[in-house]
C-alpha cells in the first residue's frame, strides 16, 4: 500500500514539475516560428542570449523615419548580441499598404534597413498574430498586459526570451531608456 502511495505521488510531483516546465518555455519568444519579408521561415529560437527590439512598423506614418534611427543602432549594437525584428502592419489609418515586396524595397531604398524584417501582419484584432498576442497578454508573456497604440510600439525582449519592458511609438529608438537596457 506504501509503495503505491509513493509511486501515484511520484507520478504526479512528476508531472506537475513537467507541467511547470512546459508553461516557462511557453512565456519565451523562442516559441515562435515567422516568415520574413523574403518568405522564409524565422526561427525566433535562433536568437537565444540576445536582446531582441520587436517594432510594428509602416511605410506612410509621421513616425517612419524612426527607421533611419532603428538602422543605427542596430548597427551600433548588433555585435553586441542585440538584434531588431521589423513587423509591417497596416493596422492603423492604412498606413502599411505595401506587398511584402513592396515594403522590402522601400526599407532598403529610403533607408538602408538591414535588421530582419518579417512578413506583413496584424498586430490588434481578431486577427492579431500569434506573436503580437503574446507580447500583449499577460497570460501569455509572464509578465503585463499591454496594446499596440501606434506604429513604432516597440517590446523589449530579454536574452533569456522573455518581455522585458514596452515602449511607447513616440520614443525614439535611441531614447537614452532605451539604449541603457541594451547597453545594461
Not at 83 to 111: H, M
Amino acid at each position: 500500500m506504501k509503495l503505491r502511495i509513493l509511486t501515484l505521488l511520484f507520478i504526479m510531483i512528476a508531472t506537475l514539475s513537467a507541467r511547470s516546465q512546459k508553461e516557462k518555455g511557453d512565456t519565451t519568444i523562442y516559441q515562435f516560428i515567422v516568415q520574413n519579408l523574403e518568405g522564409d521561415e524565422f526561427d525566433f529560437s535562433s536568437l537565444k542570449g540576445k536582446k531582441i527590439m520587436i517594432v510594428n512598423t509602416a511605410s506612410k506614418c509621421g513616425l517612419t523615419p524612426q527607421y533611419k534611427k532603428l538602422q543605427a543602432i542596430y548597427e551600433k549594437y548588433a555585435d553586441k548580441d542585440f538584434v531588431i525584428i521589423g513587423f509591417p502592419a497596416n493596422n492603423f489609418l492604412f498606413q502599411e499598404p505595401g506587398s511584402d515586396e513592396e515594403i522590402a524595397v522601400f526599407c532598403e531604398r529610403n533607408y538602408g534597413v538591414t535588421f530582419p524584417m518579417m512578413s506583413k501582419i496584424s498586430v490588434k484584432g481578431k486577427n492579431m498574430h500569434p506573436v503580437y498576442k503574446f507580447l500583449t497578454s499577460k497570460t501569455k508573456n509572464g509578465v503585463i498586459d499591454s496594446s499596440v497604440s501606434w506604429n513604432f510600439q516597440k517590446y523589449l525582449i530579454s536574452p533569456d526570451g522573455r518581455l522585458a519592458k514596452v515602449i511607447s511609438p513616440r520614443t525614439l529608438p535611441d531614447d537614452p531608456s532605451v539604449i541603457s537596457w541594451i547597453e545594461e
